[in-house]
């Protein structure tokens, strides 16, 4: 997944740049290291350190990035022996966010869906970038509808991890990845509510 940089006026926006490293840490095997150098990614994407800085920082948060002493930024380790607890986690936290979430899906959410639906329908060409988009809506409208911040951003540090497990099977086996998800989706259109979809999607993840 890379950048159309030739195709751009100008710099690539943050958010641009958000996804793009994102695609290429859950990409990546979790015993492959990988360092992230500020400058050498300002020089890639044609910005300044500023807002690369921010954007390392933001996946700090989402600890996707960890910062180690005497080393540099480099991708938070994934221990195998963690990946149940991970997804129970994720689980956890997605059953008790429906109890601070939106009453009701607002049109946002409504085209976020179907535009999730579309994706999972025609994954194109690239398939593996799709199946990460798809994976990276779904957090997104998930997050957008729980209403209490810090439980919003606290799903989303959890639903990180597990999608960079789920890039890691969708890698080994890309069919049986793609046809959970597609089940997963199938259920996200049907639900009614945000409650409802949010225990879907905990059902999918226990």
């Given amino acids: ?8 006026s100008g710099p690539p926006r943050s958010e641009d740049m958000l996804q793009e490293l994102r695609f290429r840490i859950c990409t990546t ?8 150098h500020e400058g ?9 350190r500023t807002p690369i800085r921010q954007v390392l920082q933001r996946l700090s948060f989402e600890h996707l990035l960890e910062t180690r002493s005497g080393v540099g930024t480099v991708v938070s380790t994934l ?10 986690m994720l689980s956890d936290m997605l059953n ?3 109890r601070c979430c939106a009453a009701n899906f607002a049109m946002p959410a409504r085209v976020q869906l179907a535009t999730i639906g ?4 025609n994954p194109g060409e690239a398939p593996v970038e799709s199946y990460f988009t798809i994976r990276a809506c779904l957090l997104e409208l998930v997050s957008g509808l729980v209403l209490d911040p810090i439980a919003a951003e606290a799903h989303a540090a959890l639903h990180w991890r597990v999608i960079r497990w789920r890039m890691q099977a969708a890698h080994d086996d890309l069919e049986t990845a793609f046809r959970a998800l597609r ?3 199938t259920a996200a259109l049907t639900a ?5 979809l949010l225990s879907e999607l905990a059902a999918e993840t226990a």
Avoid: I, W, Y
Wanted: aromatic letters at 4%.
């Fill in 183 to 185: 089940t997963t989706v």
């Fill in 40 to 48: 050498k990614l300002a020089q890639e994407f044609g910005v300044s």
């Fill in 1 to 8: 997944m890379s950048l159309p940089q030739t195709s751009r």
């Fill in 96 to 98: 008790l966010c429906t």
């Fill in 29 to 36: 095997h979790p015993d492959t290291p990988m360092m992230l």
């Fill in 192 to 196: 009614q509510t945000p409650t409802h």
């Fill in 79 to 88: 221990d195998p022996a963690q990946r149940n607890l991970h997804f129970t």
């Fill in 118 to 121: 579309e994706l999972a329908a």
